[in-house]
């Protein structure tokens, strides 16, 4: 009899829930996915359940195919010499190959006296939670302030202004990673609801008390809550394993998404780090990763040579409140194009992506190798922009 390949996800976000699912193709592939949670958490919703209006999990078991294992606990250390995880529990488990699919994490700067005290993170579940409570502990009508104007605090603004919330959104730009015109359809959207904003590039905070945000000029914000949004972290996981990670904490890998360490580990979605170069932080990154990690392991369970990263950008999506968002496309290594759909329509396009991102991990659960993404090549350009960069200096 075959003796099965034993593959861990570690990880059960966007990247690790495809990437298991996927590797259901592989015949005596044996898949176990460690996630310390036992329901997915649907990060791309988690500004809505700050403000009440969607719970943002979902079932392992719609989600996961019957092929994978789910075991709820968290990854401690990884020993790539004798191929082992130690887990939360004290629990140890043996491998053949292991996605690392760790995800990132909220951070606040500890460079910012008072902010890991008082502020508030939006990156994970527990901190939304945490965010959540809080909100319910104050008044409606007490002030609000947002720190970090990117995709993810735009969301959270406009998604507390439409709850009645006063809103006061502090950055140096609105929606930076956007073109003019989304940006001013953000800006739009955010003043409609009533969203004060502070922005240009000489806004800094200074510190963070119990009850205001100071900025550089001296200037004092009322903050009965403040939300920090301006910076995402990874878990240590990779480093603290002894394994080779950029200053962020992500797992360096080739462009086949394999550790530079160990052929034996793949990674995948927010904590990897494709020759140095990550994509951006995203679930439209994350679920392309996830299966080419998978198709990876598997290419090389097979004894063949696996395949570089193909994947790249088409849009950016961002809700404001639940009746307003905007779409903007990309050219496809992510820079705006001049196109861009905002209002309503931006709104409606934004929550049809979320829907169909949890209906692919069902379609792959169900039938490996269904899932969808686009191509092209533009990684070789970038790439050799960095070494020619790299050889100048």
């Known amino acids: 009899m075959k003796k099965q390949t034993r593959v861990i996800v570690i990880g059960g976000g966007y990247a690790g829930v495809l ?9 005596d592939v ?36 019957d092929g994978v294992r789910l075991l709820v606990d968290g990854a401690e250390y990884i020993d790539a010499a004798i191929r082992q995880v130690q887990l939360t529990s004290g629990a140890v488990l043996d491998y053949d190959y292991l996605v690392y699919a760790v995800g990132s994490t909220g951070r606040v700067p500890a460079s910012v006296p008072g902010a890991a005290e008082f502020a508030y993170p939006l990156a994970e579940f527990e901190q939304a939670q945490r965010l959540r409570s809080r909100l319910q502990d104050v008044p409606l009508a007490a002030p609000i302030v947002v720190v970090g104007g990117g995709l993810t605090g735009v969301e959270a603004a406009g998604e507390f202004a439409e709850a009645g919330r006063s809103v006061t959104l502090v950055t140096d730009v609105v929606g930076a990673s956007v073109g003019t015109g989304a940006r001013r359809s953000l800006v739009k ?16 905070v200074e510190s963070v008390t119990a009850d205001a945000v100071v900025m550089a000029d001296g200037n004092r914000l009322p903050s009965a809550v403040t939300v920090w949004t301006a910076g995402f972290g990874v878990p240590g996981l990779a480093a603290a394993s002894g394994l080779t990670t950029d200053t962020l ?72 409140g639940r009746g307003a968002g905007t779409l903007q496309l990309c050219h496809a290594d992510d820079s705006p194009r001049r196109i861009h759909i905002g209002g309503r329509a931006g709104a ?25 993404w686009f191509k092209g090549d533009y990684r070789a350009h970038q790439l050799s922009e960095a070494n020619q960069e790299t050889a100048v200096r």
Do not use: W
């Open 19 to 27: 990437a298991a699912n996927h590797l259901q193709a592989g015949s």
């Open 30 to 65: 044996d898949i176990t996915l460690v996630n310390p949670r036992p329901e997915f958490v649907e990060r791309i919703r988690l500004h809505q359940l700050v403000a009440g209006n969607n719970d943002a999990v979902q079932g392992y078991d719609t989600l996961l195919g």
């Open 189 to 204: 959207a955010l003043t409609k609801l009533g969203v004060t904003i502070i922005d240009g590039p000489e806004i800094l």
């Open 249 to 320: 904490g992500r797992l360096i890998t080739d462009e086949t998404l394999t550790s530079v360490d160990d052929v034996h580990i793949v990674a995948a979605g927010d904590a990897a780090s494709p020759s140095g170069i990550p994509l951006r932080m995203s679930c439209q990154a994350a679920g392309p990763l996830g299966i080419q990690a998978a198709k990876t392991v598997l290419t090389r369970i097979a004894g063949a040579e696996p395949a570089e990263l193909n994947q790249t950008f088409i849009a950016q999506c961002i809700s404001v």
């Open 348 to 372: 409606f396009a934004k929550e049809q992506i979320c829907r169909a991102t949890v209906t692919s991990l069902v379609k792959e659960a169900r039938k490996p190798g269904s899932f969808f």
